[in-house]
């Protein structure tokens, strides 16, 4: 039930198959009276007496805001009783399948000649983004996929129809328009987001602003951070943080080469693990490990943050030939071969002092990895 939205008067439960079911709320919380009128005639004590009773009867009940049913001034004016206990219920209790798909929530039409005034509370506008994932979560969700943080990236997809990671007005008429969202809610709008979620007032919705708006975890990274480089030397124990960032913080995934690190089961790869606080840990480095590392929020691909990893060896110097005889006048030559990543460079030195290229006594071959000494004299050595 942890991902499943059942809207207003109904809550989750598990059935005999293991599924989770919206049925009808068997009993409200108790709260503080606050009467509303439904637009059955009926007075309720409160809102959620009144969408509980328009589940169970089945009928689309809506809070009548001119509050007819206390117009009619009738001297004994009584509450419907409210069902407190399922067992009062003796027919069997609506199903999720069998419930009438947003009759709930249906706009009445206003009386003839009176003009329509919309005010959205905020309690009518979380109303209504309760009724836009109901909606979304049947008309757009895979049956393989699950969960909020998808449904809602789904769904600012379908809604930003020029891609530009920005949902403008026009792109929120356009869609309550096309999807007939006009029945989610008597007061809001799917325009009305701009009015409520707009963080930054730029009169548009980012897909952060979007997120947030239905309590899903907002991503974030610097772009400084964008791109890491990690050193480290073959036989090191590297930890490696990503500063992917979120409200909640979101759990994060490790990638390299685009396959997740948690199911990899590359040999290579396996003294990687991830801690609770998502930054990766690679034990006893070695050079097959460089290469770049991705990290992301769950569900969000969009922003990652890429680390690269350089592991470097101790360089490994050979002299040959290590020994040798020669009379003066004669030319010496010496090799020094130079394995290590990176590349070392290559220094000659006599006594522990660098040499002096520019004589003509000392030449050097190739890059650096050869030296020849000519006229050979007992000074040289």
């Known amino acids: 039930c942890s991902t499943t939205a059942c ?38 004590i409160n809102h959620c007496e009144l969408h ?3 589940c169970i009867s089945g009928r689309s009940v809506l809070i009548d805001h001119k509050d007819s049913c206390l117009k009619k001034k009738r001297k004994n004016i009584k509450p419907t009783k409210p069902a407190f206990y399922y067992e009062e219920e003796k027919k069997e209790m609506p199903s999720w ?18 003009p329509t005034q919309r005010e959205c509370t905020h309690e009518e506008y979380d109303f209504m983004k309760e009724n836009l994932l109901l909606y979304n979560n049947a008309k757009l969700m895979d049956s393989k996929k699950s969960g909020n943080e998808y449904l809602v990236s789904i769904m600012f997809s379908h809604y930003d129809q020029n891609n530009n990671g920005q949902l403008e007005a026009e792109e929120l008429w356009q869609a309550a328009e096309r999807d007939h969202l006009g029945q989610l809610s008597t007061s809001c709008i799917l325009a009305d987001m701009l009015l409520f979620d707009d963080v930054d007032k730029d009169g548009r ?42 409200t909640p913080p979101p759990p994060i995934i490790w990638r ?3 396959m997740d690190l948690s199911v990899l089961n590359d040999e290579e790869i396996k003294v990687s693990q991830v801690f609770v606080d998502g930054s990766l840990y690679l034990t006893n480095v070695q050079l097959v490990h460089a290469g770049n590392y991705t990290c992301h929020a769950q569900r969000n691909k969009d922003i990652t943050q890429t680390h690269i990893l350089h592991v470097q060896t101790l360089p490994e110097v050979h002299v040959v030939p290590k020994l040798q005889s020669r009379a003066p006048g004669e030319l010496a030559e010496m090799e020094c071969l130079v394995i290590g990543v990176p590349q070392p460079r290559v220094y000659w030195l006599k006594n522990d002092e660098e040499l002096k290229m520019g004589s003509e006594k000392y030449t050097i071959i190739g890059n650096s990895t050869a030296l020849v000494v000519g006229k050979i004299t007992y000074s040289a050595r």
């Not at 907002?218 to 480089?229: C, F, G, I, T």
């Open 7 to 44: 809207g207003r008067g109904r809550e989750c439960e598990v059935n005999e198959l293991g599924e989770a079911v919206c049925i009808c709320q068997r009993m409200c919380k108790k709260r503080r009276k606050k009467p509303v009128c439904g637009t059955d005639g009926h007075y309720y």
């Open 52 to 54: 509980r009773a328009a």
């Open 97 to 114: 399948r069998n419930l009438p798909p947003y009759e709930l929530n249906t706009v009445s039409p206003a009386e003839e000649g009176e």
């Open 205 to 246: 919705l980012n897909i952060n602003e979007f997120y947030l708006a239905f309590s899903v975890s907002v991503v974030s990274l610097d772009k400084a951070l964008e791109v890491n480089h990690v050193t480290a030397r073959v036989g090191d124990n590297v930890e490696v943080k990503c500063d992917v960032t979120g």
């Open 256 to 258: 390299r080469n685009d």
